[in-house]
């Protein structure tokens, strides 16, 4: 359930920094709990589940990077949501009475870190 929770969290984009930490928190344990091989005496065996041991760590190494770029990208991200929701609105209106315009969203006053606005003149 943690793992259908959080892939359908961030392939909707809603709340998707909590549904890659629910990846990796599937992720992580599992590889740990379910393929320890170095418990296996079995060469063919020990192969086997060092490949899923090392699947699962770095799926849930990329979960963790998807964590950090939601967090740090959220704010963008949803303002381009928005942006993408009025342009088709504005598709819509126009499909059904002709021509029309709807303004897009401005973006708010911050801007990432490092990155200038320019200087209105």
Same mark, same amino acid.
């Given at each position: 359930?943690?793992?259908?929770?959080?892939? /359908? &969290?961030?392939?909707?984009?809603?709340?998707?920094?909590?549904?890659?930490?629910?990846i990796?928190?599937?992720?992580?344990?599992?590889?740990?709990?379910?393929?320890?091989?170095?418990?296996?005496?079995?060469?063919?065996?020990? $192969? #086997?589940? $060092?490949?899923?041991?090392?699947?699962?760590?770095?799926?849930?190494?990329?979960?963790?990077?998807? /964590?950090?770029?939601? &967090?740090?990208?959220?704010?963008?991200?949803?303002?381009?949501?928005?942006? /993408?929701r009025?342009?088709?609105?504005?598709?819509?209106?126009?499909? &059904?009475?002709?021509?029309?315009?709807?303004?897009?969203?401005?973006? &708010?006053?911050? #801007?990432?870190?490092?990155?200038?606005r320019?200087?209105?003149?």
């Amino acid at each position: 359930m943690l793992l259908l929770a959080g892939g /359908l &969290s961030v392939a909707l984009g809603i709340w998707a920094d909590l549904g890659a930490l629910l990846i990796a928190v599937f992720c992580l344990p599992t590889a740990v709990l379910m393929h320890g091989f170095w418990k296996e005496t079995d060469p063919g065996t020990r $192969q #086997t589940e $060092q490949v899923m041991f090392l699947k699962d760590v770095a799926l849930g190494g990329a979960a963790l990077a998807l /964590l950090a770029f939601f &967090s740090y990208a959220g704010h963008d991200l949803d303002h381009h949501r928005a942006a /993408l929701r009025h342009l088709l609105t504005a598709l819509r209106l126009k499909r &059904s009475s002709g021509p029309a315009r709807v303004p897009l969203p401005q973006p &708010s006053g911050s #801007t990432a870190p490092g990155v200038r606005r320019a200087a209105a003149g």
